[in-house]
């Protein structure tokens, strides 16, 4: 792993420093430690290691059965780990529910589409907002009035993301009705909405036209100059190079390298593993 | 009215409005939620005896011919909230089992062999539920107010469920319209993606069975303070298939749409047949209804599976609101009036 | 003690052999076609009842068994193409598949209700004489229903490890789409799995009213619930773990009814799969299952 894990974009730079300075924050807001999963005898994650630097696009990439998504789905809870650990936010989150994570910051999306089909575009956004009070019983009883300012004030929210992905002429359509394409933009979109500290994106351009998948990294940039974490799950080595800095290659449940993917290309076991195959 | 027709119509109407807070109960957990309950009839069953045996005095009365848990002759409306707090409780068991990672229609069926359990139970621990007699004589609440009256009894009671049938509409409008019931929907169209968004699974479906199966009790309380019997025969889990066949019928998830499907398919079926003369051997009405049902059933899920009245879009105004029905219907009304002063004009 | 539990274990195979024909055929429809078909009683109930008109003209009840599993299979056969796949292509999901199934069963039922009323049948069956093997008692019929079963299951054991046929249906069970990549007729698969399975539905069917001695319309129906159990108790979808499962429920059952409260027969094998579910979902044969598939 000759690749520095310290960037050299000066903005992430200062934001790191700051970060120190006020002792809050650390350079590594997820990390997750000799990560072993087998499924009825067959290994998929081998004793992976991995950090994902704050304020920055981690790119996870490697050939097919590699292990990435089984790694995604262990560090948002979906599956457990046999052993390993995994901090995020310097808290142990190994052992917790998947929505236990979800609500300390750590949002995923998926490969597959899973938009909620019978929900409308805007209800799909406001669902994901955290801590809403009409969500209990009780809130849900007392009614509008009680719950009303919020959710007023999320509509709001959702509505200025619905502009800014140009999606506000399909705020009243059925997410079942969507294309492909805007599926994605509403799943991540949906992920935004519950205000994440770090963003799991599986596969964020899978089936999708590639001029919307330039469109899409252009979203992606700019919330990462806002300040968001993200890890995202990739095929198109194209789109990796243009927003992920550094890239993690997996090969066999393992971490084979990581760097930037320039210096991953020159790499002999990244070349026989990967990008020859 | 002739005195016995008013007793068939009030008697009617009770059975209406049992059967709505029920399939009220099962259209949050199944339309809303998505949950596929079908120990929907425990709920039901298990509030019924609940408010029969704390409404019944002790067992010693009557010669002591029946044997029942409780027999405290509590006042009214006890043993109906009562009955209300034991349906929310049993859905913690019965909740557990469908909790389990089963394929949802395994998990339908898991639920159906519960229902057969309980009944089996019920009908054979006859020291506890009496067995297959049930218990009888269930006192009617406030029944000494009227004096004798039966008639203004019976209407007393149309009224009195005709309350309890507005509370639960407006207690179940508020939980599928506030964000709770969103969180419903969103569960019942991907759990993964739910609990991916920091939604408690095992919460929500908890708290689905418990909201339904209080409605389901409330029910079954309702229905036996009023017919004064409870026997576990009269309480199998078939009865769920036209409660469900009323919702698909109706409008899945949608309250209006469930009233609608109940005045069609148990009412309308049962009343229907009553008036049929007696043709061919004592089964044959029956199994004509049952048939009926299956088709219908068939019928809907393949020409209208959303039913007649479909599950309404949530759509919120400018200043985002909810927009309601009233809300579109004022619109409406306002388009129509612009439309009529400009041809006027 | 073992004079009581002779003839309950005795019983209890018998009935594990009725069992085990109905879920094997039940949890091999479930396995290839995906569906799970809740109007599985109401198929057996009326092959029964095509093999007593069979039986009533005179004729053997083994010849009316034999024409049941025609029947069996035509019906599940029908039923399959003109209901449950128009249905599936209409976008009708796991969920919405069940209250097909359900609906269709309750039509059957119902339609032989109306044309039977609601009365007792029994087939005419030879003069029974009793043999006694070992500690266990036992009819002709017992004995030639425990025989059946048995070679059902070394058939369907055969039919699933030997043939093409086998290896094709085992492929689309564990994924269709791969198995039509590899060139796999899944269509035809499919309806080979609701021909036999439609098959065993129907000895199944005769094999219960046999063994019940009296039937009306009703008493396959109360049955689907234990032969689901024992498919669930296997795991979902497994032949192997069907048998296994028709053999704990079968002997269990009775052995309580022996030794218990003879109501509590099916309630014993409720309670063992209700525990199943909370402790193994997946079935007990779930794990050397995928262990296998993967090892080979």
Known sequence: ?277 | MSSAFQFYVTTLLIYAGVDILAAWGLNLQFGTAGLLSFAFIVFQAAGAYTAGVLALGPQTDNGGYQHYIGGYALPFPIPILAAMAVGAVIAVPIGLIALRRLRSDYQAVALLVVSIIASSIATNETELFNGAAGISLVPHPLADQFGGDLLTYQWFYVGFTAAVCLVAYLIVHRVTHSPLGRAFRAMRDNEQAASALAKDITGLRLLAFAIGGALGALSGAILVLFIGTWAPSAWLYPETFVLLAAIIVGGTNNSLGTVVGVLLVPIGFAEGSRFLPEIGHPGLIDAGQWIAIGLMLLIFLWFRPQGILPERKHRYANDGRLVTVLDELAGWLRRSLALIQRSSR | ?296
């Open chain 1, 1 to 277: 792993m000759a690749a520095s894990l310290v960037g050299s974009n000066p903005k992430i730079l200062s934001l790191n420093s700051v970060a120190s300075a006020t002792g809050l924050r650390t350079a590594t807001v997820l990390q997750a430690q000799d990560i072993w999963r087998d499924f009825g005898g067959v290994i998929a994650v081998a004793g992976a290691t991995i950090n994902v630097p704050r304020g920055r696009i981690t790119g996870l990439i490697g050939p097919n059965g590699a292990g990435k998504s089984t790694l995604v789905n262990i560090i948002s809870g979906a599956i457990k780990p046999r052993s390993g650990v995994i901090t995020f936010e310097g808290v142990d989150i190994t052992a917790e529910a998947a929505h236990r994570i979800a609500h300390r910051g750590l949002v995923r999306t998926f490969q597959l589409s899973s938009e909620f089909g019978r929900l409308t575009v805007l209800e799909n956004l406001l669902v994901a907002a955290p801590h809403q009070v009409g969500e209990s019983l009780i809130g849900a009883v007392l009614g509008k009035r009680y719950w009303q300012n919020q959710e007023a004030a999320l509509v709001h929210q959702a509505r200025e993301l619905l502009i800014r992905f140009g999606m506000s002429a399909k705020e009243e359509e059925y997410a079942e009705n969507l294309s492909g394409g805007q599926r994605r933009l509403v799943e991540i979109m949906r992920a935004l909405m519950a205000k994440p500290k770090l963003l799991l994106l599986d596969e964020p351009l899978a089936g999708v036209n590639p001029s919307l998948g330039q469109e899409i990294l252009g979203y992606l940039e700019a919330l990462r100059d806002d300040g968001l974490t993200m890890l995202m799950i990739e095929h198109d080595l194209a789109a990796v190079e243009r927003v992920c800095n550094p890239v993690i290659v997996m090969a066999q449940g393992k971490v084979l390298a990581q760097g930037t993917l320039n210096d991953l290309r020159n790499q002999q076991e990244v070349l026989d593993a990967y990008f020859i195959g």
């Open chain 3, 1 to 296: 003690m073992p004079y009581l539990l002779g003839p309950s274990i005795g019983f209890g195979l018998v009935t594990a052999s009725i069992l085990a024909l109905a879920a094997v055929g039940f949890t091999m429809q479930f396995g290839v076609t995906n569906i799970l078909n809740l109007a599985y009683g109401e198929v057996m109930a009326t092959s029964g009842f095509v093999a007593l008109i069979v039986n009533r003209a005179g004729l053997s009840i083994w010849f009316g068994m034999a024409a049941a599993a025609v029947f069996g299979a035509a019906l599940s056969y029908l039923l399959n193409r003109v209901i449950f796949i128009p249905f599936a292509r209409r976008g009708t999901k796991l969920f919405g598949m069940v209250i097909v199934t359900i609906a269709v069963g309750l039509i059957l039922e119902n339609s032989i209700l109306a044309i039977t009323g609601p009365n007792f049948f029994s087939y005419i069956v030879p003069q029974e004489s009793t043999y006694s093997v070992g500690f266990l008692i036992l009819t002709t019929s017992q004995i030639v229903l425990m025989g059946l079963a048995t070679l059902a299951m070394i058939a369907v054991h055969s039919l699933l490890r030997l043939t093409r046929l086998g290896m094709a249906m085992r492929a689309t069970a564990s994924d269709a789409s791969l198995a039509r990549g590899c060139g796999i007729r899944t269509e035809r698969i499919v309806d080979a799995g609701w021909l036999i399975s439609g098959a065993m539905c129907g000895i199944a069917g005769v094999a219960l009213f046999i063994n019940t001695t009296s039937f009306t319309s009703a008493t396959a129906n109360s049955f689907l619930v234990v032969i689901v159990a024992a498919a669930i108790l296997g795991g979902v979808g497994q032949p192997y773990g069907a048998m296994l499962g028709a053999l704990v429920i079968g002997l269990t059952s009775e052995i309580a009814a022996a030794f218990l409260n003879p109501a509590y027969k099916n309630v014993v094998a409720f309670v063992i799969l209700v525990v199943v579910l909370l402790l193994r979902p997946q079935g007990i044969l779930a794990q050397i299952a995928v262990q296998r598939e993967i090892a080979r």
